[in-house]
């Protein structure tokens, strides 16, 4: 290992760094695996006659030494790499726990908001309501009077004040949420909730249908 590796190491924080020093022994390791080989060789050669076999030895002595350090200390090093990575993983979590918690309260602040203004929408139908029920009862007086004219048609009244564009629901959305806008929706929407479709036969808008009711049931008729 070089110098400039053990400085590295040493620098080394993260998984992400401890990785790059374990890359750049790996390459000197596989040097030295190389480099052994070529010893071995010449040790060989020495044995015969061909070179010092005692410089020979020396330097495949070295060279294993150093390999066995390498060994150890890539070793080591992917230890190290374990425990950083186990300790940003730690760090992660600690910080989503704070993004969680943070977004927690804004769900609060949300939930509340929604109560307000489901509150505030009881109030309004509970004075829209008051309001149709009077104008409901002048119109029997209306009738009664022979000034059909002067009626107020409610339903008309309201569909034109419904009207208008909409937001589109997300694409991803819960169930019990998907239920809940489509309740919401139906406050709006001609034959929801506050406009319940008339009985077959009833005139809607002043036209009466040509649909005649039946005057017995099925199972009177023969």
Same mark, same amino acid.
């Given at each position: 290992? %070089?110098?400039?590796?053990?400085?590295?190491?040493?620098?080394?924080?993260? !998984?992400?760094?401890?990785?790059?020093?374990?890359?750049?022994?790996?390459?000197?390791?596989?040097? !030295?695996?190389?480099?052994?080989?070529?010893?071995?060789?010449?040790?060989?050669? #020495?044995?015969?006659?061909? =070179?010092?076999? =005692?410089? #020979?030895?020396?330097?495949?002595?070295?060279?294993?030494? @150093?390999?066995?350090?390498?060994?150890?200390?890539?070793? !080591?090093?992917?230890?190290?790499?374990?425990?950083?990575?186990?300790?940003?993983?730690?760090?992660?979590?600690?910080?989503?726990?704070?993004?969680?918690?943070?977004?927690?309260?804004?769900?609060?602040?949300?939930?509340?908001?929604?109560?307000?203004?489901?509150?505030?929408?009881? @109030?309004?139908?509970?004075?829209?309501?008051?309001?149709?029920?009077?104008?409901?009862? !002048?119109?029997?007086?209306?009738?009664? #009077?022979?000034?059909?004219?002067?009626?107020?048609?409610?339903? %008309?009244?309201?569909?034109?004040?419904?009207?208008?564009?909409?937001?589109?629901?997300?694409?991803?959305?819960?169930?019990?949420?998907? @239920?809940?806008?489509?309740?919401?929706?139906?406050?709006?929407?001609?034959?929801?909730?506050?406009?319940?479709?008339?009985?077959?036969?009833?005139?809607?808008?002043?036209?009466?249908?040509?649909?005649?009711? #039946? %005057?017995?049931?099925?199972?009177?008729?023969?």
């Amino acid at each position: 290992m %070089t110098s400039l590796h053990a400085e590295i190491l040493g620098r080394a924080r993260t !998984a992400a760094e401890f990785a790059a020093v374990i890359a750049m022994l790996d390459t000197d390791f596989n040097d !030295a695996l190389h480099c052994r080989a070529e010893l071995t060789q010449a040790e060989d050669r #020495a044995v015969f006659g061909d =070179g010092d076999l =005692g410089a #020979a030895r020396a330097a495949l002595d070295d060279c294993n030494d @150093q390999i066995g350090l390498l060994e150890k200390i890539i070793v !080591a090093a992917g230890k190290c790499r374990a425990e950083a990575a186990r300790n940003e993983a730690r760090a992660d979590i600690a910080a989503l726990g704070d993004e969680i918690k943070a977004k927690a309260a804004t769900l609060g602040e949300r939930w509340r908001s929604a109560r307000r203004l489901v509150e505030l929408l009881r @109030q309004e139908l509970f004075e829209a309501d008051a309001l149709a029920r009077t104008i409901a009862t !002048a119109n029997g007086l209306f009738d009664a #009077a022979g000034v059909a004219e002067l009626k107020i048609n409610l339903i %008309t009244t309201r569909r034109a004040a419904m009207a208008g564009p909409r937001a589109a629901a997300p694409a991803r959305l819960s169930r019990p949420a998907l @239920q809940a806008d489509r309740l919401l929706v139906s406050f709006l929407t001609p034959g929801g909730v506050l406009d319940p479709r008339p009985a077959l036969g009833a005139p809607v808008d002043g036209v009466k249908s040509k649909f005649i009711p #039946a %005057t017995t049931s099925f199972g009177e008729r023969g």
